[in-house]
């Protein structure tokens, strides 16, 4: 309950146009945007490299993801796509792992399908020259059967180097599931970060807990080295149950976490054998990521308040 309310609530904040471009401009290191760098790398592609290296030392792997929503103009979409385009490179000479993930707001979805399909294109093909992975993050439920759509677009002309997310809070993701898996396409599992109506989406954490199961079943049976990306250790253990039962060996799949969430956890794994990925996001559009971390987690926020008041004592002793 504590926790649908607190998703509720950052989820406002999340979308505050005003909040973004404050916490853009005013950058991580101010009015407690210092606690944000649990959770992201940094503003800069050279901080977050920085990071990658450090989680690749540990014998973890990285997908790097340049933070960013939904634009509202073309010429917003392109800037973007340019962007991009220029981490690819600074990766690429960088010698970490070539993996990223992007969402198609961030290339203009919300403006026109084409223009969009347009930029993931570019991206894919420049990513295919330096032999990078491209995951197409999942979005909140409008844009579930386009992010889909456009991926098979991609699939349908040969790409291969591009996968999805599918989100098990979500009624439908057991077809789609099915539907990725026919196609052979590389699926991340996640339960869903946004807040979603109860006509396509489990309200109670216990059915969207049943459902991550049943999907996770569906994706290690019949799906392409499939992501179960998540931090809790009932989900964790379930797919090493599930895997081991049917003999599917641990190189075939691979377990995902966010940056700065259990690392306890990422480690343990990685010493047992298993495939561990860190995402590591980075950028100065860090606001909205940020308060969906803090939702998911009503704890966060103690540590957030905290912060501020420290914040606050510091300045006032400096002053
Ligand atoms: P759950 O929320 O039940 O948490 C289990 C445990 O994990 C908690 O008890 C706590 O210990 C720890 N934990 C979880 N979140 C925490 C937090 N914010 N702070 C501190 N501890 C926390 N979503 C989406 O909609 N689209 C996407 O594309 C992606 N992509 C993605 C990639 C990767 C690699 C991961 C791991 C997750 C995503 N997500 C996502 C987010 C996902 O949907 C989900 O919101 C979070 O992973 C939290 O859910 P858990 O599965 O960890 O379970």
Redesign the pocket.
Known sequence: ML?AVSKAFFSVLADSKGLKSLASRYGMRAHGGGFARR?IAGETVEEAIEAARAIERDRLMV?LDFLGESVATMAEADAATRAYLGVLDTIAASGVERNI?L?LTQLGLTIDRATCVDNLRRILDAGQAKDFFV??????SPFTEVTLGVFETMWQQGYRNVGV?L?S?LGRSEADAARMNALGARV?L?????KEPKDVAYQS?AE??AA?LRIMRILLAGGTYP?I?????A?IDATRAFAAERGVDPSSYEF???Y???RDLQASLVREGYRV???VPFGREWFPYFM??????P??IGFVINGLLREQRTRAAAT
């Open positions: 926790q959770f997908t993930s969402k995951r197409i993050d999942m979005e909140n997310v989100q809070c991340r996640v339960k869903g970060a946004y954490m969207v807990d991550y992501a990306a998540t931090h809790d250790p989900m995902q976490m966010l700065g969430i259990r990925r860190v995402y969906r971390r803090l939702g998911e987690r704890a966060n």
